[in-house]
Structure formats: C-alpha cells, structure tokens
C-alpha cells in the first residue's frame, strides 16, 4: 500500500475509536438520567439520522476540496458534538452532532481510497479499513466500557484533560473527557493526510439541483446489476450491525446477567470477529470472485438464530479463568458463537464493499457513491432501530427479538442470492467487474 494510505487508516481509527466510546459513555450518561429503555436504540438512530438527511449533499462536499480537509473540518464537528454532550446538552442532541461530522465525514474516508488506489487492491484496502474500524470498535466499546467504571473515572478526574473535569461529576461525564483527547489526536493525524491530486468538475450548490442528482445517482447504482447486489448486501449488513449493538447489550444483561460494563466487552467480541473476518477476505478473496461469499451472509443469519436459542441453563455452574478472571462457562460459549457470527459476517461484508466501491467509482464519483452507499445503508440502520425500539417499548422479550432478526437477515440474503443468479443467466457479471471509470 502506499504510505498515505496509513495515514488515512489512522485517523479513521483514532476517529472511530471516539465514537464508539463515546456511544458508551452516553448509554452510561442516559443511564445516570435514570432515562427510559427505549431510548438507549434512539442513541445510533440520532447518530445516523444525518447519513440519510444530508446524503445529497455530503458527496458534493466532499468532492468539492481535498479529502483530507474535508475529513479535518468534519472531525472538529464531532468534537463540537462531543464537548457539547459534556456541558450539558441531552445525550441524543449531542450524538446527533457527532453523526452529522460522521455523515460528511465518510465519503471523504472511503472516497480518497478510491483515488489513492488501483482498483486491484481494494479488496485489500477494504480489508484495511474494515479490520481498522471494527479495530476501533473494539477497542472503542472496551474502553467505554471501562472509562464509565468509577474507580477509572475518579483517576480521570485527578488530570487535566481537553475539557473542564472540574465541571465532571460522575463515571460517565468523565469519559467524555477523556474521548474529547482522542478526538483531538484524530484531527491532529488528519492534518498530515496527503493531497492525492483528484479534483472533480465545479460542485453544484443549489439544494434542488442536488437533490436531483443525488437521485439520479441513486437509480443509477440500485439498477446496476453489480451495483444493486453489492448495496442489498452492505446495506443489511450495517442496518443488522447497527442494531446488534443493542441487542447484544440488552441479551447480555438478561440472559447472562452482565452488567453494562461487562456487557460492552462481549459487543467487542463480536467486532473482534468481524476483524477476523475482514482480515481473512482481504487475503483470499479477489475483486473478481467478490459475489461467492454470499452464502456467508446467510450463514450469519442462521448463526443469530442459534443465539437466539442459547439458554445458560444449558451449562453447568463452573467458571474458567482467564487473565485471572473468572468467567463462566456459559459466557465463555456465548463468547465463542459471537465471535463466530462476527466472522462470517466480516467475511462477507468486505469483498461486497470493495464491489460497491468500485462499481460506484465506475459509474459516477468517489464522492457521490460513497453518498449513495451511505444513504442507503444508514436508512437500513434508521429502520431497524426504529422496529427495535418499538419492540424494546412493547416488552417483547429479547430471545424472541433475536430468532426474528436472524430469521429476517436469512431471508433477505436468500432473495439477493436468487436475484444473482437471475442476472449472472442475462449477463456476463464478470465483464462488469472488470469495467473501468468512464
């Protein structure tokens, strides 16, 4: 890879690290708001409301200046979403700035890889990223999961950080604080991101004409025949991501009895399979054979049936112990299944993503496919969580919740792979990939 490209890995790990901390610590803060359950969903649904509100207009910005600017001005913006959750604002209002950064943010992330690179070695570079982020997930939740812990925040407290700890009261406001530093070390990193020398014809600025051609674009890459495969399969995977976050926090609390901050690590067993996942398409699977892991998606979807299923009662009371911890044999098994479902689902999810990336690269630009691919992936997010929360508000319980959502993901899937094999009888689908940017 080249040099630039690791530089634009870091700052999107430094940057996404501070997200899902951040995620934690407002569970913790909504918590301490003595906040209703069904609130809690409502966290990403806020996050991810600006992906789909300024779909039409992120990929204009960030086509309209070099990438590592835009990835510079929209970081600040989370800062500013991150500072004001600290003094005072409601939880959901300063996520929501947080996701609107994010939203600008993304096209500038995945667009300049698009232009640094060949499209030979996207795969691999997805491979980067995916393994980076889900990284960043990991490490994110863990440490939210332990900055909320009070004995860690009474040490925080005892620092000078980025913001006034003076005003820092509890576990939660005192994460903040620390996350505020990531933020700030992420947008530090984006001042070193090189200039790849793309430049895109004049940007327009009229909210109407925008609006036009982001439909246009949109049409464009649901009826192309790689492209509609490739975004059917992202766009499930991030709405069911999305909304296993929740589900495996709230799954964890009644089915295993872990708390939050225990719960958090067991999220992050689920991103470090995704990892694993990522790590293991990138090296195996090329550009062209992309569409033969289709099957894994509806594995996955079973596999979250299975833990739907899963009772602790089934394990004898023993516990093992680990790093000095003594962990119970039940949590030890869910650990396993989760990492399990991770995988596959990591394995999946970055070949298609890499297909999506070029196709779109192919069929407009960096910028606006990326918006395409957002949009309709954070509009699979908003609606899952919407469903979940209404599920969470009527009480249904979560085991049933579960064998829903994984029998809902292994339906889909099965649809996409009928629909592939529909155009792979009408079209030759490797020509396609082989295409180039017009």
């Not at 960043?136 to 999961?145: A, D, E, P, Y």
């Amino acid at each position: 890879m080249k040099r630039g490209f690791y530089t634009i890995m870091a700052a999107q790990f430094c940057s996404s690290l501070a997200d899902n901390a951040l995620l934690i610590a407002a569970i913790a803060l909504l918590a301490e708001m003595h906040s209703a359950d069904w609130m809690t969903p409502l966290l990403k649904l806020f996050f991810v409301l600006s992906y789909v509100l300024l779909a039409a207009f992120v990929g204009a910005f960030a086509d309209s200046m070099p990438k590592g600017r835009v990835m510079l001005v929209t970081n600040t913006i989370k800062i500013v979403g991150c500072a004001s959750m600290f003094f005072g604002l409601h939880p959901l209002l300063a996520y929501a700035i947080v996701g609107f950064g994010a939203a600008a943010y993304s096209p500038a992330k995945y667009g300049i890889i698009t232009e640094l690179l060949p499209p030979e070695d996207l795969v691999a570079a997805n491979g980067w990223i995916e393994g980076l982020t889900v990284s960043s997930i990991i490490c994110g939740t863990v440490l939210g999961g332990i900055l909320i812990n009070p004995g860690v925040a009474d040490i925080v407290l005892t620092y000078e950080l980025p913001l006034s700890i003076a005003a820092a009261g509890t576990p939660a406001e005192a994460a903040i604080s620390v996350i505020a530093a990531i933020y700030l070390v992420a947008a530090l990193i984006n001042l070193h991101i090189v200039d790849t020398g793309a430049r895109y014809p004049h940007q327009e600025r009229k909210v109407a004409r925008l609006i036009i051609d982001f439909t246009t674009c949109v049409s464009l890459l649901w009826s192309d025949r790689l492209g509609q495969i490739s975004l059917a399969v992202t766009t499930l995977f991030w709405g069911a991501a999305a909304t296993l976050q929740f589900v495996v926090l709230k799954w964890a609390a009644q089915g295993l009895g872990l708390d939050l901050s225990h719960a958090a690590v067991l999220q992050a067993v689920v991103a470090l399979g995704v990892a694993l996942g990522a790590v293991l398409a990138a090296a195996r699977i090329p550009l062209r054979q992309s569409l033969s892991v289709l099957p894994y998606g509806v594995a996955m979807g079973a596999t979250v049936i299975i833990l739907g299923c899963f009772r602790r009662a089934w394990f004898p009371q023993l516990e093992l112990t680990l790093f000095g911890a003594h962990i119970p044999l039940a949590v030890i098994v869910a650990g396993a299944l989760l990492m399990a479902m991770g995988c596959m689902a990591g394995y999946f999810v970055v070949p298609m993503n890499a297909l999506l990336q070029h196709r779109g690269y192919v069929l407009m630009s960096a910028g606006h496919s990326i918006a395409v691919q957002n949009f309709s992936e954070n509009l699979s997010v908003l609606t899952m969580l919407c469903v979940y929360a209404a599920l969470v508000r009527i009480h249904l319980d979560i085991r049933l919740v579960i064998l829903l959502f994984g029998s809902f993901v292994c339906a889909v899937m099965l649809l996409v792979m009928q629909r592939h094999r529909r155009n792979e009888r009408q079209f030759h689908i490797e020509a396609l990939i082989g295409e180039t940017p017009r």
